[in-house]
């Protein structure tokens, strides 16, 4: 029995331990491989997945072997690594925590095999030309298998001839093989006689490339360069002139004879000085007979990008000015216009230039600059565009700046390009909370009218025209806006002027400019404005008792009736039956602040002068501190003693004087009630007894 529970136990222990491990192993996983589970040798591949350890050493293993490793971030895993050589077929790929020494569940990747075919082809611009005797192309296999491959590689000419080769691809226990053929030597009677594009094949479907042969040495040339022709299978002209003729945009620049030496046509011509920037076409006629194709090609003169920034004179690039760029060597003059981020660019090639730019047609600055082997970045300065800073502020202290001032800028100036043309246009912009406008690259000889305005009201007739602005980076200006007085009066219900306890504040309509103050004996304040639209509050302590808007475009007065100043309130309080209750302590209250309170007379009234809103009105009896009733309401009006305000105690009866609860009076009732009933039924009992006798 002990060996039998020692076994169980064992058994449960090593049962437990798998358990854990396996829950502790769910963590490590691969979640996904991008961009897909197949691809090719050389391929680059990206790992996601989970390890248990926290910041923990992770690696990759494909195929068993290490492909990548690093540290988690958090339990996070992303990492990227390029397909092993091997051969083609499924592999498994496993996550490991080192530092936990688990294992993700494997997952498995297939490599494709690959074939590839290279051309060997000079470095940009340089090209092939005819008669080229050695071409190398590179034939290649990856995750293929050990084996000797026979590989068919065909040549397309231009013509549409072909030229096959076969080729033998070693490949090694790693699946990678390459060989390299040689054009036109390996290909039996290939050539390289025909110009254009030559197409390279890999068993027809599996992989192609191309190549190019052309007649001139490069693709594209600059002014001053020397264009190398060559063209060869010409021996049915050899010891004779064939005709080199250069064409651009369909007007031959070039005509000239070369003289066929061994069936080769080689001439040299020199890029003119003045050549125009774009692609020229060459040819060579006769065409020889054993050619099946025509001996043209087009190269091209890009010329060199040059950018072109025009500035004002803080040194801005200016978007939308035209520059008229003058080619002294061409004797011509190309138009490029500035983009928004005030930069023009174009190609150009050696030589000088002038250039001139025009904003809105008038002329606003001039350049020289060369171009000699490489592009240029050119600063124009434009001395006829400065910029502007308005500041608006107020008359009564210049530190106090207007924000939101709509500006309105009409702009008078005479064109140039194009012919001379007065031309008038206008300009939106306003202040910012600071009370600045900054309008930027704007003509220094040209006139400006500058209409302020609030609210849709101009305020700056008398400053509204610049005759011109100085040629210099920033040019200031100040717009004084208008402080106006403003004359509240406030009275009462009666229209009697209301003075000292009541506060008046004028607050700008879109907020930030605000005044208060209390009116004199005669009910009266004055405030200094700035031109604008405000709102006008007159309150007492917490009691708002009248607002209004104002429109102060022009000096105004302005009566502000307040209905709810000092208004008289009768407050009653009786009891059940209506009567009038004395000595009742009446509490008057605003948003929970006891504000009055006064004894009830004989006729049951407490008369109050207060203003008016919503009050809450409590009546307490003598010696209690909860009230016996409370009643809130909204005063708007006089309350006079004929009406007052009611407040019923409705558990209370006066009784001789005194004050009764309901309930024990109704039982005193009830009392009296019962024994007069009973002695009537008694006096009645007895009567009748009488009479029987």
């Not at 136990?9 to 589970?37: E, G, H, N, R, W």
């Amino acid at each position: 029995m002990t060996i039998n529970a020692l076994i169980v136990m064992l058994v449960l222990i090593v049962f437990s331990q798998l358990v854990s491990l396996q829950v502790y192993a769910t963590d490590v996983k691969i979640i996904s491989i991008l961009p897909t589970k197949t691809g090719k040798v050389g391929e680059p591949i990206t790992l996601i997945g989970t390890i248990n350890t926290t910041n923990g050493v992770y690696e990759v293993l494909f195929n068993n072997t290490q492909v990548a490793w690093g540290k988690a971030t958090e339990n996070s895993v992303n990492c990227s690594f390029a397909v092993p050589p091997l051969p083609g077929g499924n592999y498994t790929v496993i996550l490991r925590d080192v530092n936990a020494g688990i294992d993700s569940p494997p997952s498995w990747f297939y490599i494709e095999i690959a074939y590839t075919i290279k051309v060997d082809k000079p470095p940009y611009p340089t090209q092939f030309q005819q008669g080229t005797t050695t071409i190398n192309i590179t034939v290649s296999i990856t995750g293929g298998v050990k084996a000797v491959y026979v590989a068919n590689i065909t040549v397309k000419t231009p013509a549409n001839e072909t030229y096959w080769s076969l080729a033998s691809i070693n490949t090694t226990s790693t699946g990678v093989g390459n060989t390299t053929l040689h054009y036109p030597e390996n290909f039996g009677s290939a050539h390289t006689n025909y110009t254009g594009t030559y197409t390279v094949y890999f068993n027809q479907t599996l992989a192609y490339d191309m190549f190019s042969i052309g007649l001139t040495d490069r693709t594209e040339y600059h002014r001053g360069d020397t264009v190398k022709i060559r063209a060869v299978d010409y021996w049915e002209f050899n010891g004779n002139n064939v005709t080199i003729t250069i064409k651009f945009k369909d007007k031959a620049i070039h005509n000239g004879t070369c003289q066929v030496s061994n069936g080769t046509v080689e001439y040299d011509w020199r890029v003119p000085d003045d050549g125009l920037v774009g692609n020229y076409s060459l040819s060579i006629t006769p065409k020889p007979i054993a050619k099946k194709i025509n001996d043209t090609q087009v190269f091209a003169v890009p010329g060199f990008k040059t950018e072109i920034v025009p500035c004002n004179l803080a040194s801005e690039p200016v978007s939308n000015v035209l520059i008229k760029v003058y080619d002294r060597r061409a004797n011509e003059t190309y138009d490029i216009i500035s983009d928004g981020s005030g930069v023009a660019t174009m190609w150009l090639e050696r030589g000088e230039y002038n250039a001139t730019a025009y904003f809105k047609r008038v002329k606003v600055g001039v350049s020289n600059f060369s171009i000699t082997d490489e592009g240029i970045r050119l600063k124009l300065p434009c001395p006829q565009l400065t910029n502007l800073n308005i500041t608006v502020v107020s008359q009564q202290n210049i530190a106090v700046k207007i924000p939101f001032v709509a500006l309105n800028l009409t702009v008078t100036y005479t064109t140039e390009l194009g012919g001379i043309e007065n031309k008038t246009e206008t300009n939106t912009t306003r202040t910012d909370i600071n009370g600045i406008a900054q309008l930027k690259s704007l003509l220094t000889n040209a006139k400006y009218k500058i209409a302020a305005s609030r609210y849709g009201h101009t305020f700056n007739f008398n400053n509204d025209t610049l005759t011109g602005l100085k040629a210099i980076p920033w040019n200031n200006i100040t717009i004084v806006c208008p402080v106006l007085p403003l004359e509240v009066k406030v009275v009462d219900r009666n229209k009697t002027p209301i003075q000292h306890d009541v506060v008046v504040e004028v607050q700008e309509a879109m907020g930030g400019l605000n005044a208060t103050g209390t009116p004199d004996q005669n009910g009266s304040v004055i405030f200094n404005c700035i031109f604008g639209i405000y709102n006008v509050k007159v309150s007492s302590g917490d009691v708002l008792l009248n607002a209004t808007t104002v429109e102060l475009f022009e000096e105004k007065t302005l009566t502000i009736y307040c209905a709810l100043y000092k208004l008289p309130i009768y407050v009653k309080v009786v009891d059940y039956f209506g009567q009038p209750i004395p000595n009742v302590n009446v509490v008057l209250e605003r948003n929970g602040v006891q504000i009055n309170s006064k004894q009830t007379e004989a006729n049951g009234i407490a008369s109050f002068t207060e203003n008016g809103g919503t009050l809450t009105i409590k009546a307490y009896l003598a010696n209690q501190n909860q009230p016996a009733a409370s009643l809130t309401c909204s005063i708007v009006n006089a309350i006079n003693e004929a009406n007052p305000i009611e407040v019923k105690l409705a558990k209370y009866v006066v009784l001789a004087g005194f004050l009764v609860e309901t309930a024990w009076f109704t039982t005193a009732v009830l009392i009296v009630a019962a024994i007069v009933l009973f002695t009537v039924l008694e006096f009645a009992r007895r009567r009748r007894t009488k009479v029987q006798s």
